[in-house]
């Protein structure tokens, strides 16, 4: 993919930390790159698994660093790390092209499921067709903040730490929404797996269930 298509760094650039890169990004494009290289796959299969088609993707993963070159002489770390920064930005622009596309959010259901996302934990795969369906179905109903979560958690794998930085909250905070975020796909199973099989109304996510 094109994307990826870029000459390996020197060695003492890619040892370098993501701050030290950044200071000299400021004024060398080999330094930039090699920021490029650490975080373009993961900011890739972020967009990805937002956007549904790898052309979107890789697009809006070219517009990501675009946008992340043309800031860096103004970037300074106030408690938000770049990678956190290139989330940032990147949710942005995913939020934009679905404004502008009128289009729902689209995660390819084998392949999300096939990470391992399940009910209790995360090392658990979903192997029924139709639950991998009713729970993909629930995670779309999802508030936007605990879809982004998930998104965050098994597409990017990053931990709660890392997590917090990008949604502006803490380690804790996030752990408990993860935490809740599960049960609540939980009771969305249960409840459409009771409504097929009797008359019951299902239950929407209530507004402070979203918090």
Do not use: C
């Amino acid at each position: 993919m094109r994307l990826f298509n870029r000459q390996s760094k020197p060695v003492d650039l890619v040892d370098l930390s993501d701050a030290e890169l950044v200071e000299l990004a400021k004024t060398s494009k080999d330094a930039f790159g090699a920021l490029y290289e650490r975080y373009v796959e993961k900011i890739y299969r972020y967009i990805y698994y937002r956007t549904g088609n790898h052309h979107d993707a890789e697009d809006l993963t070219a517009g990501v660093f675009f946008r992340a070159m043309g800031h860096i002489e103004n970037y300074t770390d106030r408690g938000v790390p770049f990678q956190a920064w290139l989330y940032r930005i990147a949710h942005n622009l995913v939020a934009n092209w679905h404004r502008d596309q009128g289009r729902r959010k689209i995660i390819p259901l084998d392949e999300f499921v096939g990470l391992g996302l399940a009910f209790d934990a995360p090392d658990t795969a979903t192997e029924d067709k139709e639950e991998r369906e009713q729970l993909m179905a629930a995670i779309q109903r999802l508030p936007e903040e605990r879809q982004q979560l998930l998104y965050l958690k098994f597409i990017s794998q990053l931990s709660n730490a890392e997590v917090g930085e990008i949604l502006d909250r803490t380690e804790g905070a996030i752990k408990s929404l993860y935490h809740r975020t599960l049960l609540a796909l939980r009771d969305d199973i249960d409840m459409q797996r009771a409504t097929r099989q009797g008359n019951v109304v299902p239950r929407q996510i209530s507004k402070s269930e979203e918090g």
